[in-house]
């Protein structure tokens, strides 16, 4: 089983993907030392209108620098509404033994279309996975669970992506079931801590033989945020999986800890309505770090939401 | 099912057990519009040495202020360890027709005492529960599950106390039937959040069908703290279990959040390695909130003792 760190990318929706470059030396001279497999360090994406910072581009010099320094293999992720498959070129071939692992984020309408993405990119020589999002959802996709057989040779890790952070383990479990009956393709799990059920669930994915799952540290990430990375490590150590330094795990804690202060990452009410009601966090995210709405309000809005109303 | 929100009484850590009254108004108004059936307001306790604020002795005006302004059935809890069967009658006369619910917190070693104390206090006509801590290690007292027959008829409820915030859903699951197996008192759950595990446990203790659930606002309680009420109540309604209005749920939950930001419970490395190697939270939440020892080496000191190493 594989882990995969993505603090640099999930978090980079706090930070608009700027990162202090001593930050992201602590962190990767720390995971150097840590048993995690992959580490997740941005976009690469085509140009946008808005301002956005150096992870969310990964240019040339910022893969050069951190293939340097890291003893881990490196991925990168696409957002696939965003990428056809006459960007692929000029977007990975950069990377080329610099990047191991191409992500792609996928929505469920888009799988197909996707597909023929991974072709692509599978052929220039990189793993790739789906990170196929809103795994609630996708049985109101009629064809979806049909098109997964097409994911065989052609994506190394198909993930079940909780993006409402709304999920329990016996969803996880079913939907790894159900996924199974269709491909062989190897899983992961992406769990999202609206409901603080992030840990519970991926050790579920775990138990159930996923091959891959993600976390960040502290949690970091869109939103409510992700499975935290010192708790899964704590965990799995605990239980004797893995070994390592707790120097290394709490120097590289610490900074992102510091961070959370300013960003505020982490659940609270209106997360916690959204996950348990499936509405989208994006949303949420923008409501509760303007700081403008009071929770209460949001709440209002939320549960209007969920009854199919319009927002007051 | 009932629910019980102890806030004011684990909540207490943090603050020595001063609450500021508005604070305490707005906590019973509030709860009188959630579906939550016990407040546990406190404390009840001999005089003690170090000063020890309102909420750990409830005096009686404070109990007849607050059972003036609750609908809801108000709960103390004793520390078995400090109150002798001699004492009851000072510390509860003053109770009666104020509390509903004496708990008690009990220590496996003292099972068979505690059963003598809960005899007295059910004579007077409270209900009575054992918080019976340290559940993961119940095993280890040969007599324990032994003794449970006799909280029949004696113990209203006998809880499940998760103290180091370390066991997992199954673990939850089969220590119910251990005691099941034995007696037939009604159980009750408490979690702690070190691994972010509390609300994955307490659910899976409903669906083994205990009788009553604890949680507290914000998570508020000693060391990492409890499950969040505010999460509890939102999961069960998104299960269409409980019905509220949000407005006073966030009401209530807002003014905590501001305290959180003073107190900063909630977990972090140190209690998840505690939890995770059976630590008890005490001793870190000292080396944590004196703020005087680095993460790091709490880690040490916490990994070194879990491997039965002296202190470094």
């Known amino acids: 089983m594989k882990l995969l760190d993505c603090t640099l990318r999930d978090g980079g929706y706090y930070t608009n993907w700027d990162f202090d470059s001593e930050l992201v030396d602590t962190y990767i001279q720390s995971f150097n030392h840590l048993p995690v497999d992959y580490l997740e360090i941005g976009y690469r994406s085509n140009p946008q209108p808005d301002y956005l910072g150096e ?23 696409l957002n696939e509404k965003d990428v056809r498959a006459e960007d692929v070129n000029s977007l ?42 809103y795994m ?22 198909l993930y079940l992506v909780d993006s409402y952070g709304g999920v329990y383990p016996e969803d996880v479990r079913l939907t790894i079931k159900r ?5 062989d393709t190897k899983l992961g799990f ?27 540290v502290t949690g970091m990430g869109r939103g409510a945020g992700n499975l935290k990375t010192e708790l899964l490590l704590t965990v799995l150590n605990s239980k004797g999986l893995i070994e390592f330094n707790y120097n290394w795990l709490s120097k590289v804690t610490d ?8 960003y505020e990452w982490g659940t609270n009410l209106p997360y916690m309505v959204s996950g348990a009601n499936s509405i989208p966090q ?16 949001i709440i209002r809005a939320l549960s209007n939401q969920s009854q199919g109303r319009k927002d007051n």
């Open 55 to 77: 992870y969310f581009y990964c240019p040339v010099y910022v893969m050069d620098r951190l293939k340097a320094e890291s003893k881990k293999k490196l991925a990168i992720i």
């Open 92 to 133: 990975l071939a950069p990377c080329k033994s610099l990047i191991d692992l191409i992500r792609i984020a996928v929505k469920p309408a888009n799988f197909e279309r996707a597909l023929g993405l991974s072709k692509v990119i599978k052929k220039m020589g990189f793993e790739v996975s789906f990170n196929l999002m």
């Open 136 to 157: 609630s959802d996708w049985e109101t996709f009629p064809k979806l669970f049909g098109l997964m057989k097409e994911t065989e040779g052609v994506v190394d890790y």
């Open 179 to 183: 996924v199974r009956d269709k491909a």
């Open 190 to 216: 992406h769990g999202h801590n609206n409901l603080e059920m992030a840990l519970a669930n991926t050790l579920a994915a775990i138990e159930e033989g996923v091959n891959i799952v993600d976390s960040t």
């Open 255 to 262: 900074p992102f800890q510091q961070l959370q202060n300013n």
């Open 282 to 297: 994006k949303k949420v995210m923008g409501w509760v770090t303007k700081r403008f709405y009071s929770f209460n309000s």
